[in-house]
């Protein structure tokens, strides 16, 4: 059984920086951030690999980054340069292991000012 549970979220002005955390339990695979804003569908923002290969939307490119600690079953999103369109529940994403089945975290809210 995987479980997933974010923090780190927080209402920051345009510009600022935020850094999720993303709590896991359970075995693993690849591991992802998405985000959804009112009235929009989910989307990816990052995901990772076991390995730590990486993959970005367009809209994260050189501002967010991706990494993961798999001693310590943590994902993290480090966001600089944020913007008030980055607004949005961020959700942890993971890929069983064993199921190939995936699991979501419960979100957490980033609210960028402008």
């Known amino acids: 059984q995987v479980q997933l549970v974010e923090s780190g979220g927080g209402l920051v002005q345009a510009g600022g920086s935020l850094r999720l955390f993303c709590a896991a339990s359970?075995?693993?695979?690849?591991m992802g951030w998405y985000r959804q804003a009112p009235g929009k569908q989910r989307e990816l923002v990052a995901s990772i690999t076991r390995g730590g290969s990486t993959n970005y939307a367009d809209s994260a490119k050189g501002r967010f980054t991706i990494s993961r600690d798999n001693g310590k079953n943590t994902l993290y999103l480090e966001m600089n340069s944020l913007k008030p369109e980055d607004t949005a529940v961020y959700y942890c994403?993971?890929?069983?292991?064993?199921?190939?089945?995936?699991?979501w975290g419960q979100g957490t809210q980033v609210t960028v000012s402008s």
């Open positions: 994403n993971g890929r069983s292991k064993w199921t190939n089945r995936d699991y």
């Open positions: 359970g075995s693993i695979d690849g």
